[in-house]
């Protein structure tokens, strides 16, 4: 029995799950663990399971289900010994390789599994150099619709850094129609950016073919914009997968790769002017007792039946678009943090961008929370002036430890609504909810939310641009995981003397075993 593991890095994964995939089933493999059920396996496991159809089970010590995809979920802790595994592959980032290591040397179910870490070998890639880039779309485009999208993706979520290059291989077909940056037609549901001539270079497809062979890409990144396609091995340092159409993270690997082709010079400044920021708000307002979270589904319409000036008020998303509620909410905090509905060149979030740019103007002493992994990207989005409005969040904390939020460290747990928990649990001891409906029916694919604060209208540009994120997510599974962690942080936080409210009825039964 051996033991790999992959890094929590999925913006490389399907190569390297296709690869390691590859040599199992070379060695003829049997029966296969998966080691993890976390964001990375349950978005990707489709590919694993394509590749591997000998999957029995899945080894996870936090998991609220029984299954995933029929696929038992087993705790390790609950077995005298593990059943005989030929391979257990895990997902995990470089701090639980190092945690994972020493449990599994101090366990006797594991005694006889030699460890392999893929970790190093994945450390001399994933680090891009910010002079000199060179991307390559892939596989060559057959057509100019399909080109367009993936170059305003890709001009958006680069930077247009002066020394990049984004060669776009093109049919011999489509290399006849004499290509024009200038002529390029932007896809309706993106927002419009300029197209700078000298970054984009278009090549023959039989032309770029040849150049792969030669290794003339060696050190480009590869964008694999569509893993579906055949082609040729692509023989280059770095490769991403980028499929909108195939995946349900597509934009989250995207942000990821600006934040390693535009490395801060002062990142480490940065986080410290961030953490002195948030202590500047936290010596400000210690004095409230009470905190307040909004959600924005429809019961936030009621949030003119109560006065929440005597706490702390945090609000999320596209609650920007009703200013009339904004003004007579007067929030401390707005979190927003998705790839997709706020970072993304999709004219739903670009629209939401505009309005979190109105709303800071009109509210001087806001602050916004988002993740530290998206700060870059937010730095490239909004203005100079306003940067100093966003902290970042580190979601790498490994336990529920609301006071380690004075550094801005909360646990990961794959939704917005847990870190607002987690940041209000360490800001105040009694916590009041009102707009968190839940999800109303099976046919409904999240929540239900009131158009005076969401941008209903723009919500078919999303399925346009990005169709993988809907067609991969597992709505049901998404809210149960919700329900279940949001219990977990406000059950701890109970254990800690904290209060907690919903002000609101609500599907989630977290929120109504506390309405009131």
């Not at 390790?76 to 010994?81: A, G, I, N, Q, R």
């Not at 929440?308 to 678009?321: E, P, Y």
């Not at 961008?353 to 988002?370: A, H, K, M, Q």
């Not at 991969?472 to 109970?494: K, R, S, V």
Request: charged share 25%; glycine share 4%.
């Amino acid at each position: 029995m051996s033991l790999m593991t992959i890094p929590d890095k999925s913006f490389e994964c399907i190569p390297v799950m296709q690869s390691l995939c590859k040599g199992l089933n070379e060695l003829n493999v049997q029966r296969v663990a998966l080691w993890g059920i976390g964001k990375f396996a349950r978005s990707y496991l489709p590919v694993f399971k394509e590749q591997l159809p000998n999957i029995v089970c899945i080894l996870d010590d936090y998991c609220p289900f029984d299954s995933f995809k029929k696929i038992p979920i087993i705790k390790p802790d609950s077995l005298d010994e593990l059943p005989q595994f030929d391979v257990i592959i895990m997902s995990v980032n470089i701090e639980q390789i190092a945690s994972l290591r020493q449990r599994i040397a101090s366990d006797k179910k594991f005694a006889d599994i030699p460890v392999h870490s893929w970790h190093d070998s994945f450390a001399q890639k994933t680090d891009i150099d910010s002079h000199g880039q060179t991307f390559v779309l892939y596989p060559v485009f057959e057509s100019t619709e399909e080109m367009a999208i993936e170059i305003y993706r890709a001009a958006h979520y680069l930077g247009q850094n002066d020394g990049q290059t984004i060669i776009v291989p093109v049919s011999d077909t489509l290399s006849e129609e004499n290509l024009d940056v200038d002529a390029i037609v932007c896809p309706s549901f993106y927002e419009k950016i300029s197209l700078p001539e000298s970054i984009i270079k278009f090549m023959p497809g039989c032309e770029f073919n040849e150049a792969m062979k030669q290794g003339q890409f060696l050190d480009a990144c590869s964008l694999i914009w569509d893993r579906t396609a055949s082609g040729e091995i692509l023989l280059v340092l770095h490769s991403f997968t980028v499929d909108r159409k195939n995946d349900a993270d597509s934009e989250g690997v995207y942000s990821q790769i600006h934040l390693r082709a535009n490395p801060a010079p002062s990142q480490a400044e940065q986080v410290k002017n961030e953490i002195k920021t948030w202590h500047r708000f936290i010596n400000t307002q210690g004095h409230f007792r009470k905190v307040y979270v909004l959600g924005t589904g429809p019961s936030l319409q009621d949030a003119y039946n109560h006065d929440f000036s005597d706490g702390i008020r945090i609000v999320c998303n596209t609650i920007v678009k009703d200013k009339k509620l904004c003004k007579f909410i007067d929030p401390h905090l707005i979190f927003a943090a998705d790839p997709l509905y706020h970072l993304s060149p999709v004219t739903y979030a670009s629209t939401f961008r505009d309005d979190l740019i109105d709303i800071l103007t009109r509210f001087p002493e806001l602050l916004v929370v988002s993740y530290a992994r998206f700060m870059p990207m937010i730095h490239q989005l909004f203005p100079e002036n306003l940067h100093s409005r966003f902290v970042g969040l580190d979601i790498r904390n490994k336990t529920l430890d609301f006071p380690a939020t004075t550094n801005l460290k909360v646990k990961g747990m794959h939704n917005i609504l847990t870190s607002m928990l987690q940041v209000a649990s360490y800001l105040g001891n009694e916590i009041h909810f009102l707009g968190f409906d839940g999800r109303p029916d099976k046919e409904n694919r999240f929540w239900n939310s009131d158009n005076r604060h969401n941008y209903e209208e723009l919500k078919v540009d999303l399925e346009s641009a990005v169709p993988g994120f809907f067609k991969c997510m597992d709505y049901e599974e998404y809210f149960q995981l919700q329900c279940y962690n949001a219990e977990l942080i406000m059950a701890h936080g109970e254990q800690l003397g904290k209060l907690y409210k919903a002000l609101m009825p609500s599907t989630n039964p977290a929120f109504s075993r506390r309405y009131v």
